[in-house]
Every structure is written in C-alpha cells, then in structure tokens.
Nanobody, 117 residues
Framework: QVQLVESGGGLVQAGGSLRLSCTAS????????VNWFRQAPAKEREFVVR????????YYANFAKDRFRVSRDNAKNTVYLQMNSLKPEDTANYFC??????????WGQGTQVIVSS
C-alpha cells in the first residue's frame, strides 16, 4: 500500500511561484508513474502533467508546458511540481496519483493553491 501526501500549496500573487511536493510512504514508488491533477471549485478534474517512473519522460497539458516543471527524486520517494508565472486561473486543489503502467492506484488528498490577482 502506498500513501501519497501533497504539500507546498498556499496563497501567492499572480506571477509568483510555488513548488509542490508529492511524497509517498508505505512502500517505494520508484517504479510508478505519477500524474498531477488539479480541480477548481465547480469544475472538473484537469490533468496537469505525467512523469514516468524513470523521470526521463514527461507529458504536460498545454497550459502547463511553458510554466510548470515536474521532476522526481526516487531516493526521497518524492515528485515535485515547480509552478512559475502563476495566474489566478491556476487556483485549484492540486493532487497527485501514482501507479504502475497506465494505472493510477493511489491518490493523495491534495494541496490548495490560491493565486491572487
């Protein structure tokens, strides 16, 4: 069993940056692929980025590819999401999910990001 905990969210002004972390416990998730999603109030869940288990391959949503960067440190069981040039429309609960192959077996509760204008 893997537990995922996100951290690093908060209140930031437009144009600012935040680095989110997704840390796994329970067992190593070095062999798992990890997705970040976000969900704003009254909106559907939205894919942000996927990082494969090796860390060498990533897939970004169009809105994220120029401003966000994902990385992982498997020795620390942690995946990071660096978010730059934040906009008010980036306000959402950001959460990670992990699993082998195409599966996403484990989900975190999320960390709230609020971007003020």
């Amino acid at each position: 069993q893997v537990q995922l905990v996100e951290s690093g969210g908060g209140l930031v002004q437009a144009g600012g940056s935040l680095r989110l972390s997704c840390t796994a416990s329970g067992r190593t998730f070095s062999g798992y692929n990890v997705n970040w999603f976000r969900q704003a109030p009254a909106k559907e869940r939205e894919f942000v980025v996927r990082i494969m288990w090796s860390g060498n391959t990533t897939y970004y949503a169009n809105f994220a590819k120029d401003r966000f960067r994902v990385s992982r440190d498997n020795a620390k069981n942690t995946v990071y999401l660096q978010m730059n040039s934040l906009k008010p429309e980036d306000t959402a609960n950001y959460f990670c999910a992990a699993g082998p192959g195409a599966d996403l077996n484990y989900w975190g509760q999320g960390t709230q990001v609020i971007v003020s204008s």
